[in-house]
C-alpha cells in the first residue's frame, strides 16, 4: 500500500510517500519533502498565521509533485491519502485538507484524517530507504515495542502519553502552561538571539561546554510532584527573563525588542543564560519521564516532537539505557520536526485498523484545530 501523506498544521509544508510492504515490516519512506517557513516567521519572534496559511498555498502544489517524484511514482499509484486534519492553526491546516480532499476524489481514493500528535508518536515506526536491507537488520530492537511511553515536546505541546499495542493512546498528563518549545522560543526572542530559538540554544549550549565554561545561574526545576504526570514551564520562562531583567537586558512593562535596546548581550552571558536554562528543561523532561516510566510500570520510553532533536536531552535520555536498563527511542533530526511522513505512517495504520468505509465520506471532513488524544 502506497499512502500519500500531507501536513500543513503550523509552519512546514511537508508531502511524502510512505510504503506499507507487508504485515509485520515497518513502513518504508519513499520521499518526505519538507518546506519550513521559519525565516518568514522570524522577523515576528513567532508564527503569523495569515502569512502561513499563504505561504503553504504557494507552496503545496509543487511540494506534493516532487514527493511524488522523489518516490518514483504518479497519483495513480496511490492507494490511500492521509491529511493533517488538527490539532494546529485553522487556516494552515484548511490548505492542507483541501488539496487532499481535491487528490482523493479526482483519483476516487480513500482519505483518512490524522491527529497531528499521534503523527508525532508514529514517527518512531518509519524505516528510511537506507534500511532497506532486511536481511541484515533485527528490524524489531529498531523500533519500540509495546506498551510504552511517549513524550511529546514540541512548540504546541509538553504532553506524556501511554501507547499500546491496539492503537490505543492514553494522555497520562502534560504542561499547565507553556510547551517547552514555546519557552525556547520566547527567551531566545527575548534574548535577540533569533527564532526558532531551540536550535539556536543548544548550539550556545554545545559552545559553552566546548570552551569548558562554567555558570553560577541556577534556574528552577519545577517538578510538580502533587500533580504528577504534569509539567509546568512558566516558571522557569519568567526565572529566565527576571534574571535578563536584573542584568538590564529585558522589561517585563514594555517588553523592548532586543534591537532596540541600548546595551548588548554579550556572547560569554547569552552562553551562560543558554546553557542554565537548558540543563535545567531537560533535568525536568528526564525527571519526570523517570517517576512516570516507574509509576506506569513501563521500560520503554520514545521522545518525539521538535524539541527531541535537543543535543543535551537526546544525551540525559539515553543515558538512562545504561543507568536503568530503560529502552530509549528517538525519531532522526529529520523526523522530530513536522514532515509528512509521520502523518503517512500514523493514517496507515489507523487504515488497516479500522474499517474502509469510514474513510469514504470525505466531503464531510473538516478540520479540527484543537483535536486532542
Ligand atoms: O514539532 P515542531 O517542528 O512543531 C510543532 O509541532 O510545534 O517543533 C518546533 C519546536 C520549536 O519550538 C523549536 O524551537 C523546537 O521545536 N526545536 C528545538 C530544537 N530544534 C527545534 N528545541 C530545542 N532544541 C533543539 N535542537
Ligand atoms: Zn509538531
Known amino acids: 500500500m502506497l499512502v500519500l501523506g500531507i501536513e500543513t498544521s503550523c509552519d512546514e509544508t511537508s508531502s511524502s510517500v510512505v510504503h506499507f510492504k507487508e504485515e509485520g515490516s515497518f513502513p518504508i519512506i519513499l520521499s518526505n519533502i519538507i518546506n519550513s517557513q521559519s525565516k518568514l516567521h522570524s522577523r515576528y519572534g513567532g508564527v503569523v498565521p495569515d502569512l ?29 491519502v492521509a491529511v493533517t486534519r488538527g490539532p494546529g492553526l485553522a487556516v494552515s491546516l484548511l490548505v492542507g485538507i483541501s488539496i487532499a480532499k481535491a487528490i482523493a476524489w479526482s483519483k476516487g481514493l480513500p482519505l483518512i484524517g490524522v491527529n497531528h500528535l499521534e503523527g508525532h508518536i508514529y514517527s518512531l515506526f518509519l524505516n528510511t530507504k537506507s534500511d532497506m536491507d532486511e536481511s541484515l537488520i533485527d528490524q524489531k530492537a529498531l523500533f519500540p515495542s509495546f506498551p510504552h511511553l511517549s513524550l511529546i515536546v514540541s512548540g504546541g505541546h509538553s504532553d506524556f502519553y501511554r501507547v499500546e499495542e491496539d492503537g490505543k493512546i492514553l494522555h497520562l498528563g502534560g504542561t499547565l502552561d507553556d510547551s517547552i518549545g514555546e519557552v525556547f522560543d520566547k527567551i531566545s526572542v527575548a534574548m535577540g538571539i533569533g527564532y526558532p530559538g531551540g536550535p539556536v540554544i543548544d548550539m550556545l549550549y554545545r559552545e559553552f561546554i566546548r570552551n569548558n565554561e562554567n555558570s553560577s545561574i541556577v534556574f528552577p526545576r519545577p517538578y510538580l510532584k502533587d500533580k504528577f504526570y504534569d509539567l509546568s514551564f512558566s516558571g522557569l520562562k519568567t526565572a529566565v527573563l527576571s534574571h535578563l531583567q536584573a542584568l538590564g537586558l529585558y522589561d517585563f512593562a514594555s517588553r523592548i525588542p532586543p534591537w532596540e535596546r541600548k546595551v548588548e548581550i554579550s556572547g560569554q552571558t547569552s552562553r551562560e543564560i543558554a546553557a542554565s536554562f537548558q540543563e535545567a528543561a531537560v533535568d525536568v523532561l528526564v525527571t519526570k519521564s523517570k517517576m512516570i516510566l516507574e509509576r506506569e510500570n513501563l521500560n520503554s520510553i520514545t521522545v518525539c516532537g521538535g524539541v527531541a532533536a535537543n543535543s543535551l536531552l537526546r544525551e540525559k535520555f539515553h543515558n538512562m539505557e545504561s ?7 528517538f525519531p532522526t533530526l529529520q523526523l522530530c520536526m513536522d514532515n509528512a511522513a509521520m ?24 478540520v479540527d484545530p484543537r483535536w486532542q488524544i
Not at 502561513?52 to 490511500?80: G, M, Y
Open 323 to 329: 543507568e536503568l536498563g530503560t529502552s530509549v527511542f
Open 343 to 366: 502523518i503517512a505512517c500514523a493514517g496507515g495504520y489507523k487504515f488497516m485498523r479500522e474499517k474502509q468505509e469510514n474513510f469514504m465520506e470525505f466531503s464531510n471532513m473538516d
Open 52 to 80: 502561513a496559511s499563504r505561504a503553504h498555498v504557494e507552496v503545496i502544489q509543487p511540494v506534493i509533485l516532487e514527493s511524488l517524484d522523489e518516490a518514483k511514482i504518479s497519483l495513480d499509484d496511490i492507494d490511500l
